[in-house]
């Protein structure tokens, strides 16, 4: 599938494809071990993967704030995260709410520092190196197709984020030093 192509399914792919009802899951936190180990890669249309997708979904979407979940931040170690950068100010390009197995980066450019934060990091946020413009190569559960797409900006700084997850790394592993390390600031 061309990445044109790929863009183009995964900005149409629901939830509701996946034909299960989503439950809200408990998000575990560093130092848990699931964290840390790079995950099994899956069969997507296996039955349990796809009810893990709709749990990651129905999760990520009562978080505040939160743009994309991996597996194994919900104490699964396998190679599944769902994104969704919809309605963060700093989107460009945005596919909705997707989510991707064994998905890996096939190409990236433009590095840039940016603040992140993660749930299972909850107290602290770092600045990060990435690239603004990636493609992503993964499959999609219960279908099992193969896509592949291009995004930017937000986005693609999302998807690294949980593609390190699926990897076994926190954004703290990605951090220039403690320099870059900061208390997350709370607003009310």
Known sequence: MSPAAGSERVAAWSETELGVEGRVLDVV????????????????TSADIVQLAADLVATMRVSPGCVGLAANQ????????CVDVTEHPKTRTRHGTFVLCNAVVVAS??????????????????????????TVRGRLPGTG????????AFEARALQHEIDHTDGLLF?????????IYPRQTYL
């Open 109 to 134: 450019s433009r590095n840039e520092r940016a603040r992140e934060g993660c749930m299972s990091v909850p107290d602290l946020t770092g600045d990060v190196k990435r690239a603004s413009r990636l």
């Open 172 to 180: 703290l592993d990605r951090v220039a030093g403690a320099h870059a």
């Open 74 to 81: 919900v104490g699964v170690g396998v190679r599944v995260f």
């Open 145 to 152: 197709e193969e896509v592949e797409f291009s995004t930017d």
């Open 29 to 44: 936190r560093a130092p848990a071990g699931v964290l840390s180990a790079r995950g099994d890669d899956v069969d997507p």
